[in-house]
């Protein structure tokens, strides 16, 4: 079975939903940010992950969590 894949508006391609996932965990400080290399700038990331349409909170209908700084 295939996982279900996502255009990344920060990475500017294709990924995983659990790539997405831990993206947005990540940048929300749940789960180490040095866990994704390949994300250099977290408060870009913040930014672009707010206003995706595939983030997990957004998917959900859920509010924008509060991000803490790590």
Request: glycine share 2%.
């Amino acid at each position: 079975m295939t996982e279900t894949r996502y255009f990344c508006p920060l990475l500017k391609k294709d990924i995983d939903a659990s790539f997405c996932r831990d993206i947005t965990y990540a940048a929300e400080g749940r789960i180490s940010q040095a866990v994704i290399p390949e994300i250099s700038n977290w408060e870009y990331a913040k930014d672009v992950c707010a206003d995706c349409v595939n983030a997990y909170w957004n998917k959900n209908n859920m509010p924008t969590p509060t991000i803490k700084e790590t």
